[in-house]
Every structure is written in structure tokens, then in C-alpha cells.
């Protein structure tokens, strides 16, 4: 009979947020599979659990994937664990847990703290609908891109950030969803010298440059979404019909995304078709 394959939450900081489940489930299983054996080995080490570890990471999750799979068939139970939170959110694990259940293995999460569900809980923004993106592009171009065309989201935005490039991205917000959106900043979440701040962005991008937002550790940004009204269909391939006559089509869609919100790639492809029926 094959074994099983859990999915195991860890602390994003605070090692007593490890639910009693989890620690059991940890000291049971035959082999742990974690991200940084290291970082997962003195979480182990706290809680005095010997059970051996197998690094599994985005750099050699392709090689590795068949040889765990073959352990689970074979009868062997297996933790998946990332060096903070739930696996797979923005963490390496996804083969592993798709070809699992591909081969008809048993997937089994053991639930526990995830950094975008803590910071939902704390920003004091809307968390009916949200939307999850994780990490934003590190090249700037291509982060303002997609916040371009994240400007008409109505949900609310989960996102990740560095510290390395926390500063520009909330700048790069300010310019693309405009300085009053309202915004939350979480830096440290579960740990000593956590920090949880709602504001504008042009608040948050203040804060950052005084150093009242300290730029250290790990960060998530929450943005409300718009409340804008769409613009029309109609309205907009107009607009594109009008500028085409006059201008390039990439640079009509670049006019026109930051009008609109729409994604500059659509509106281009919006050109094309609009050019082609006329």
C-alpha cells in the first residue's frame, strides 16, 4: 500500500504558531521533504524531532520529484514543508504535490499560518474578494506592467515584496493605482519587531523613506481595489479607433492602458482586430 503525502503549514516566524498537528505529523513521517534543510532543521531542532530531511527546492524540484513519488508508492510517508507557511504559496512543491495526485497518492494538508492570510487578518481592508499575486517582477518595467494591468482590479491585492526592492515597488503603486489608494504594509509578521501599518500609498512610500517602516525583513502589501466604474467596451474601441489613425498601435496602447486600466497587450491585440474589420 502507498503512503501518504503531507502538506505541512510551518511558522512564518513564531515557532509556537507549529500546531500540536503538525508537530505529530512531523515526528511521524518516514521522510520530510523541505525547501532549506538547514532553515527546517532548527524548527526541528525546537521541538526535539529527529525525523531525516530531503531538499526539495526550485532548483532541483524536477530531478528529485520521481525518486519521492517512488518512496510514496513504495509505502513511505512524506512531509512537504517550505521555510515558512503553507507550501506552494509563492513556495516550491508544486510538482511534487500535482504528480501525487496524478499517480493516485493521498495528499493530506495540515493546516497552519500563511503570510497573506495573517496580513488579510490584520489590514483592516476588505477581504470579501481578494486576489493573491505574490511576487511582482523584479525588473521595473515589467513590475509597472503588471500593476498596469492590475489597476482595474475591484479585489482586493495580496502581494509580496523584498527588501531589497519594497521601496520601489510602493512607488511604483503610487504611480500606476495613485497616491490615496488605500494600503496596509506588513513587515515581520509573528516575529519581534513585527510591524503592521494602514495607509495611503504615498503614506507608505513616506514611511518607507524616513524609516518609520523600518526596511528590514520580510514584507506583504495589501491594496484595496478600485472602485472605478469600467469603461465601456464601446468607449474604448473608439478610443483605440480614434489614436490609431494618429499614432502607432503599441504606443496607442500604452496611452490607453493608463487611461483605462486594461492591459496593454489586450488593447494592442484590440488594434490589430479593430484595423482588420475596418
Known sequence: MSGTLFVVATPIGNLEDLSPRARQTLADVDLIAAEDTRHTGRLLSHFSIKTPQFALHDHNEDQVVDGLISDILEGKSVA?????????????????VATAHSRGIRVVPVAGASAATVALSAAGLPT?????????????????????????????????????????????????????????VGRELTKMHEQCVQATLSELLRQLDDGTIVAKGEFVIIVTGTDDEPTSSLDIDRL???????????????????????????????????????
Do not use: W
Not at 511582482?136 to 506592467?145: M, T, V
Not at 499614432?247 to 490589430?272: C, D, H, Q
Open 240 to 278: 483605440l479607433i480614434e489614436l490609431a489613425d494618429r499614432l502607432p498601435g503599441k504606443e496607442v496602447a500604452k496611452l490607453v492602458a493608463r487611461v483605462t486600466g486594461e492591459s496593454r497587450n489586450f488593447l494592442y491585440e484590440r488594434i490589430l482586430a479593430l484595423k482588420g474589420d475596418k
Open 80 to 96: 512537504l514543508v517550505s521555510d515558512a507557511g503553507t507550501p506552494l504559496i509563492s513556495d516550491p512543491g508544486y510538482r511534487l
Open 128 to 184: 470579501d474578494r481578494y486576489c493573491f499575486e505574490g511576487f511582482l517582477p523584479a525588473k521595473q518595467k515589467a513590475r509597472k506592467d503588471r500593476l498596469a494591468e492590475l489597476r482595474s482590479e475591484t479585489r482586493t491585492i495580496v502581494l509580496y515584496e523584498s527588501v531589497h526592492r519594497i521601496r520601489d515597488c510602493m512607488a511604483d503603486l503610487c504611480d500606476e493605482f495613485g497616491v490615496n489608494r488605500n494600503a496596509f
